[in-house]
RNA sequence: GGAGAGGUGGCUGAGUGGUCGAAAGCGCGGGUUUGCUAAAUCCGUGACCCUUCGGGGUCCGCAGGUUCGAAUCCUGUCCUCUCCGCCA
């Protein structure tokens, strides 16, 4: 959510910006709306002046007949205070949702661009794509072959969209979250499993809906829990309503999670195998920061996703997300896209991860303040998040991407310790289990 | 799931209808004293919103209600803690 006065006061940035965003907002009505709003509020703070004055003197009064002229006073008064508080409460709703459709300001070198079209590459992996001197499968193919992963059984159990890992599939889901979380440990982030449910106020606040059609959130019947689309809904949620010191920030946190999502529209799009499932597991980056240290995360947070992809011997790029495709919360927002050799005809780019500077945007809602020592008052910090490994997406680059002629997967070095072994479905793997008997 | 207790400022914790944005202590900021440190002592110290910058309004988990007036009374609700049951 935007700042109200700072929409009032900069309603043409504001307009010019829904417009790069691609995002209708009736940026005047809100304005007119919001002039009317604070003429009601203060008339209904001197009302209420009146009538706390009138109250006040109503224990000093002489006798009975002064004291009931007082209280007829004092009732008249706040029952025109009501009417009028009520007139300010309506506007005040309509503008909540007005201001609530408001995306966040924009990066000025974010590109300008109405959709995913106008993504910016802004670099490449360390490691360019394969070519393959064989017809590479595709992961489900690969999964198939050395019974990884059942879809049908997903299926049956909790319909189309979700899937078990089976076998090696589970160690490497294993394996990735070890990796990621040990080197984002290293980087002074402190991990987390956070729940897997989060209040709506929560969703709200960190910019999901639960509600309505479109929504991508499952949510619990009878009851104000949803299930979440990330953790970082759940790590925004933390510091709800909390003020910290300054001297702690920046806070990283990295958290793993479940993650649901209904992909309600999503039919249609490039969904095969583990592209676009209902359930993942993914670590997340998270971090809370001082507005002026939120440029610098956002390159950090982008880095360390780098460093993680080249770790697992990943060719990827690197793309600077258009104006139109960034979403309510995010200022700025950079993506990495995998090679995934077995998407499309020859080989795509399939988004893997995704980091935004959501400025103060969410803190706002989810009420999340600073305070430096000494200073007078408080103000919002800024949120970041990032990925820093979705499984089931980084699953499809890894079964992929290491494939070999004999239709068995190289296991990434970096994965090995946990995975325990160099190679999943070698023949060789065979005869050693063979040979332990 | 059953039975109790409780939610007040950064923290502990008083406050059962008006003088309470709220005692006291801790913490924090500053002054004095002191060779430094420590100790003592004094003063100050919540947030949000509006403002014609004089000031004003709101906030005691949340939402309603009673009242001229609610932290205080009533209703609902959420959460926390303790005990029992159940269970991983």
């Not at 790069?20 to 009317?36: K, N, P, S």
């Not at 809602?365 to 007078?376: D, H, I, P, S």
Request: glycine letters at 8%.
């Amino acid at each position: 959510m935007l700042d109200r006065k700072y929409i009032v006061e900069n309603a043409e940035a504001v307009k010019q910006n829904c417009i790069h965003r691609g995002i209708e907002a009736d940026i005047d009505r809100l304005v007119t709306l919001e002039q009317q709003r604070r003429e009601l509020l203060n008339q209904a703070q001197e009302l209420n002046r009146q009538a706390n004055e009138v109250a006040k003197t109503i224990g000093k009064a002489k006798n009975d007949a002064e004291r009931d002229a007082r209280k007829e006073e004092g009732r008249k008064l706040r029952e025109q205070k009501d009417e009028v508080q009520s007139q300010h409460d309506k506007l005040d709703k309509e503008i909540v949702c007005l201001q609530g459709g408001i995306p966040n300001l924009s990066h000025p070198d974010a590109p300008i661009g109405e959709d995913d079209k106008s993504n910016l590459e802004i670099r490449k992996g360390e490691h360019a794509p394969l070519s393959f001197d064989f017809q590479p499968l595709d992961h489900v193919e690969l999964a198939e072959k050395l019974d990884l992963i059942d879809f049908e059984g997903g299926a049956r159990v909790a319909g189309a969209g979700f899937y078990f890992l089976k076998n090696d599939a589970v160690l490497l889901e294993l394996a990735l979250q070890q990796y990621a979380l040990r080197m984002l440990m290293g980087e002074g982030f402190t991990p987390v499993t956070t729940p897997d449910l989060a209040y709506t106020e929560i969703l709200h606040g960190t910019g999901y809906i639960p509600r309505g059609p479109e929504t991508q959130i499952y949510s619990i019947e009878n009851s104000n829990l949803n299930l979440v689309a990330t953790a970082e809904i759940t790590i925004g949620g933390l510091l709800s309503g909390q003020t910290v010191d300054a001297e702690e920030l920046p806070l990283k946190i990295c958290g793993s999670s479940h993650c649901f999502r209904t992909e309600a529209g999503a039919a249609g799009r490039a969904s095969r195998g583990l592209y676009r499932v209902h359930q993942f597991t993914k670590v997340e980056m998270f971090a809370f920061t001082l507005p002026d240290q939120s440029d610098a995360m956002l390159d950090h947070f982008c880095e360390l996703e780098c460093r993680i992809f080249d770790g697992l011997g990943l060719p990827y790029r690197v793309v600077d997300t258009a104006t139109g495709d960034l979403g309510g919360p995010a200022y700025r927002k950079f993506d990495l896209e995998a090679w995934m050799p077995g998407r499309g005809e020859n080989g795509e780019y399939g988004e893997v991860t995704s980091t935004s500077n959501c400025t103060d945007y969410q803190a706002r809602r989810l009420n999340v303040r600073f305070k430096r020592k000494g200073e007078k008052g408080t103000q919002f910090v800024h949120t970041l998040n990032g990925t820093a490994l979705a499984i089931s997406r980084a699953l499809i680059a890894v079964l992929e991407n290491n494939q070999q002629p004999d239709g068995s997967i190289s296991v990434p070095q970096a994965l090995r310790p946990w995975v325990g072994k160099d190679v999943i479905g070698s023949p060789s793997e065979v005869f050693l289990s063979r040979d332990e008997e």
